[in-house]
């Protein structure tokens, strides 16, 4: 079974600051992996995924995250927030076999001036 | 090109009372997902769809049932609401498996179940 967790349910930074939202996953097969992004009152939207080939993937709004199969992980960074980033995050995984998508419980990114 | 609407927005229910959450899409997508979104949980599976006429069980089921009669709609059923099923409901759709495949999300129904 496929599991995610994402450490952290807020998380605050200033205008400017990095953002680093974390994101463990576990999976008895290669992964493919997602962060989704709901603005308030939203539903949710692709921001990046990982399905193959390299690593560091770049998504919207200069959103990255890079899969580590070592450490099971898919942590999403973003150089400088802005205050547009505030939002809720999900990672997500799923398998290569499977129609489910896995979803962590969230991280809610707030974003001070 | 709307793509994926929901209906209604809102709703209040009793106990026991019953009703039907309607899912559109325009982007002819084969598959269809329903989910439930709670505080601390994110997005939880309740039912799906790989195509017209069929429907499967999700991680959450009990207490649902859906139909899938038209490849453009997904129709989630609740037939008599519990406190457990307050929520926000969210309806999304993929091209093919949801294993690589981007899925595009509805806005949501928020239900209240008294």
């Known amino acids: 079974a496929q599991s995610v967790t994402q450490l952290g349910s807020h998380v605050s930074v200033s205008e400017g600051a990095l953002v680093l939202l974390r994101c463990n996953y576990s999976?008895?097969?290669?992964?493919?992996l997602f962060w989704y992004v709901q603005y308030p009152n939203q539903g949710l939207q692709l921001l990046l995924k990982?399905?193959?080939?390299?690593?560091l993937v770049k998504g919207i709004n200069g959103f990255e995250a890079e899969f580590k199969k070592s450490e099971t992980s898919f942590h999403l960074t973003k150089p400088s927030a802005h205050m547009s980033d505030a939002a809720e995050y999900f990672c997500?995984?799923?398998?290569?076999?499977?129609?489910?998508?896995?979803f962590g419980g969230g991280t809610r990114l707030m974003v001070k001036p | 090109n709307a793509g994926v609407t929901q209906t209604p927005k809102f709703r209040v229910l009793k106990t026991g009372q019953s009703m039907t959450l309607l899912c559109a899409q325009d982007?002819?997508?084969?598959?269809m997902y329903w989910y439930r979104q709670d505080p601390g949980m994110g997005l939880r599976l309740i039912h799906y769809?790989?195509?017209?006429?069929?429907?499967a069980k999700g991680e959450v089921p009990d207490g649902y049932n859906v139909s899938r009669l038209k490849k453009q709609n997904f129709l989630l059923g609740l037939e008599s609401a519990a406190p457990s099923q307050t929520s926000v409901y969210f309806c999304?759709?993929?091209?093919?498996?949801?294993?690589?495949?981007?899925?595009?999300f509805g806005p949501g129904t928020r239900l209240l179940v008294l």
């Open positions: 999304a759709s993929s091209y093919s498996a949801a294993s690589a495949e981007t899925q595009y």
């Open positions: 999976s008895s097969v290669p992964p493919y």
């Open positions: 990982y399905t193959t080939g390299a690593t």
């Open positions: 997500a995984v799923s398998d290569n076999a499977g129609n489910m998508l896995t």
């Open positions: 982007m002819n997508h084969e598959y």
């Open positions: 769809s790989v195509g017209e006429g069929t429907t």
